[in-house]
């Protein structure tokens, strides 16, 4: 296996995951939020409380603008794993294992799961030894 495969692919569902949260979260604070209503989505599938809010107040839309920002560089990290030149793949690990975290403690980590597949990619991609090429 000459990429990590393992590793870009858990970061980039978890990414995905983490934009979808956090747009949810944002659609909910707008006028469009008859969407959601229609759609049958109940408030218990996007209205999390994160870590920091247990120590101060982030508005809605900052909460989901934050959200959506740290997924793209989640995904980000995806591209740079995607890539599989050795150094850009621990970079991209670090990546999606430090925007995975703070995804979860400001907008509730793309529904946990979103943070615990960018935390298993990134680990993955952080641990990842490029093959040895046998030389004949």
């Given amino acids: 296996?000459?990429?990590?495969?393992?590793?870009?692919?858990?970061?980039?569902?978890?990414?995905?995951?983490?934009?979808?949260?956090?747009?949810?979260?944002?659609?909910?604070?707008?006028p469009w939020s008859g969407i959601l209503e229609q759609l049958s989505v109940t408030e218990e599938f996007y209205?999390?409380?994160?870590?920091?809010?247990?120590?101060i107040e982030i508005p809605p839309l900052a909460k989901g603008i934050m959200g959506v920002?740290?997924?793209?560089?989640?995904?980000?990290?995806?591209g740079l794993v995607l890539g599989g030149a050795p150094r850009k793949v621990k970079v991209g690990?670090?990546?999606?294992?430090v925007f995975g975290v703070l995804s979860f403690l400001v907008a509730g980590g793309g529904f946990i799961v979103g943070f615990i597949l960018a935390l298993i990619?990134?680990?993955?991609?952080?641990m990842w030894k490029p093959p040895i090429h046998s030389s004949p």
């Fill in 47 to 55: 209205k999390t409380r994160s870590l920091v809010e247990e120590f």
């Fill in 69 to 78: 920002l740290l997924g793209i560089l989640v995904l980000g990290g995806f």
């Fill in 1 to 30: 296996m000459s990429k990590p495969a393992a590793a870009y692919t858990s970061l980039l569902v978890g990414g995905i995951l983490i934009v979808v949260h956090s747009a949810l979260i944002m659609l909910a604070n707008t």
């Fill in 121 to 126: 990619g990134g680990a993955l991609g952080l």
């Fill in 93 to 97: 690990g670090v990546l999606g294992v």
